[in-house]
């Protein structure tokens, strides 16, 4: 089973002109990231426009990366569909292509009981036998995973290897790592608002679910890798303190808006947003710009 750890980076769905999947472009940024240290990718993420992705295009994704991406670096996709039947059908077809992991979230919009969460993840989690994830976002899908619902989870999935958290409550990671120890690897997300990286590394957590590396692949690897001394630590202390103004500037708007943007001016792949996501506008755009130019970015990881 593949344990998630470090900088697991999610990517964007690069798009040609004429709002088509750029397969190339998926080829691009998967060598990116082998070469500058990242751990693992999370492919249809929240920033891959998942949602705005027919589940023809889905499975086209899965096939294609996969094929490209198998012995480079591992991939999990998102596995985020309307229905649970919906999402059994896509992780199946996606362990029969191949993928090494798929992440589920809460569904988004029903606003369903935690006993139907519980119900829906395990039923995902267990259709499959390759590792899977959660997502708890609620601020995205308006509902909270419980430690409980997680707990119920690690002891009923054996499947199931990571937990990935995007809110900004500490007693969460406190309460799934206290309850679940090892049994399972814990990141978080890179949102400065929440700032839960530092908390959960001195817990003893894995490292950070991340957007910040599509820019910064390198320091998100250190800066995200679990601690195992003091010397990392203070280095990832002073790499997360230096980069958190870049980090605001990235979340400015929702994923992947701002990352998409931020691709184009170091030459990476990807491409237009599709509707309703709207193009950062000045004057955002040019601070972004300067901002990247200020930390070196563009001078180090323009293609």
């Not at 679910?209 to 280095?235: C, F, K, T, V």
């Amino acid at each position: 089973m593949t344990h998630p750890s470090g900088s697991w980076v999610a990517i964007p769905t690069p798009f040609n002109q004429d709002g088509t999947i750029d397969y190339g472009g998926f080829e691009t940024l998967i060598d990116f990231h082998t070469q500058h240290d990242t751990t693992m990718l999370l492919v249809m993420g929240s920033a891959g426009e998942a949602t705005l992705l027919t589940s023809e295009e889905r499975r086209h994704i899965v096939t294609r990366v996969v094929k490209y991406a198998k012995g480079k670096i591992p991939v999990f996709f998102g596995a985020a569909l309307p229905t649970t039947a919906d999402t059994v059908s896509f992780s199946t077809f996606a362990e029969a292509e191949g993928a090494d992991g798929l992440v589920y979230l809460a569904p988004p919009y029903l606003l369903p009981p935690q006993e139907a969460v519980l119900t829906h993840l395990r039923t995902c989690m267990q259709s499959v036998t390759i590792p899977t994830a959660i997502y708890n976002n609620p601020a995205r899908v308006g509902v909270h995973i419980t430690p409980d619902t997680i707990v119920t989870l690690a002891e009923e999935c054996e499947n199931f290897v990571a937990d990935k958290e995007a809110m900004g409550d500490v007693r969460q990671l406190v309460e799934v790592k206290r309850r679940l120890g090892d049994r399972l690897s814990i990141l978080c997300c890179d949102y400065p608002k929440y700032s839960i990286l530092l908390p959960l590394l001195s817990l003893g957590g894995e490292g950070a679910a991340n957007i910040g590396g599509n820019l910064i692949p390198e320091e998100m690897a250190h800066m995200a890798r679990p601690w195992n001394s003091y010397e990392q630590m203070i280095e990832s202390r002073d790499l997360y303190f230096h980069y958190a103004p870049l980090l605001e500037t990235f979340y400015r708007l929702p994923n992947p808006i701002v990352i998409k943007a931020a691709l184009d001016h170091i030459g990476l792949p990807g491409g237009p947003l599709r509707l309703p996501n709207p193009n950062v506008k000045e004057p955002l755009l040019s601070s972004l710009k300067e901002m990247m130019d200020s930390f070196g970015v563009t001078s180090k990881y323009r293609g």
